[in-house]
T-cell receptor, first 112, second 113 residues
Framework: QKEVEQDPGPLSVPEGAIVSLNCTYS??????FMWYRQYSRKGPELLMY????GNKEDGRFTAQVDKSSKYISLFIRDSQPSDSATYLC????????????FGKGTTLSVSS | ETGVTQTPRHLVMGMTNKKSLKCEQH?????MYWYKQSAKKPLELMFV???????ENNSVPSRFSPECPNSSHLFLHLHTLQPEDSALYLC????????????FGPGTRLLVL
């Protein structure tokens, strides 16, 4: 079993839809969870950062962590064509000598 | 310049060429990373440097040679590459090596002919 699993999609939705992106993981030591957005031919940019379980909201974006289920989600409300990108989840245990573990990324396309 | 910068942004090279990729971070971070991103594949961590010392080499072929002269600069020297090495090469930095949030550069898109 891979440490982080993420459905690569592609996911296609109409403008205005609510989008749900998900990752599952196997390492119960993970405490820090991130979502990155990567536009075509660009580097990933940090979108959301959460610690432990719970929700975090930033504008149209909500990150949710369920440590008991080892499951994280990113919700995008009122999706826009400019949200079309690849979304990568990343997580870490914040222990010395460790780096982030990334999912494969989910490609999202929002049509107008 | 702010954040993480990479040069060149695009590179085409033959299999016998030698070239170098450069990364510079302006964030005061202590850890720097090289990743390879191929189409339809996840990010592949290649090398990690923490306080200028290499801490990780993920079984990367010797035709890729990293160099970290100081905490702000990272190079990836390339020689006798193969066509399958064509990919987006991303540099990232983080405050330290404790699973911190990483900040990425725009990448160098490499094509090996």
């Amino acid at each position: 079993q891979k440490e982080v699993e993420q459905d690569p999609g592609p996911l296609s939705v109409p403008e205005g839809a609510i989008v749900s992106l998900n990752c599952t993981y196997s390492n119960s030591a993970f405490q820090y969870f991130m979502w990155y957005r990567q536009y075509s031919r660009k580097g990933p940019e940090l979108l959301m950062y959460t610690y432990s379980s719970g929700n975090k909201e930033d504008g149209r974006f909500t990150a949710q962590v369920d440590k008991s289920s080892k499951y994280i989600s990113l919700f995008i409300r009122d999706s826009q064509p400019s949200d079309s990108a690849t979304y990568l989840c990343a997580m870490s245990a914040r222990q010395a000598g460790t780096a982030l573990i990334f999912g494969k990324g989910t490609t999202l396309s929002v049509s107008s | 310049e702010t954040g993480v910068t990479q040069t060149p942004r695009h590179l085409v090279m033959g299999m016998t060429n030698k070239k170098s990729l450069k990364c510079e971070q302006h964030l005061g971070h202590n850890a720097m990373y090289w990743y390879k991103q191929s189409a339809k594949k996840p990010l592949e961590l290649m090398f990690v440097y923490n306080f200028k010392e290499q801490t990780e080499n993920n079984s990367v072929p010797s035709r890729f040679s990293p160099e970290c002269p100081n905490s702000s600069h990272l190079f990836l020297h390339l020689h006798t590459l193969q066509p399958e090495d064509s990919a987006l090469y991303l540099c990232a930095s983080s405050q330290d090596m404790r699973g911190e949030t990483q900040y990425f550069g725009p990448g160098t898109r490499l094509l090996v002919l």
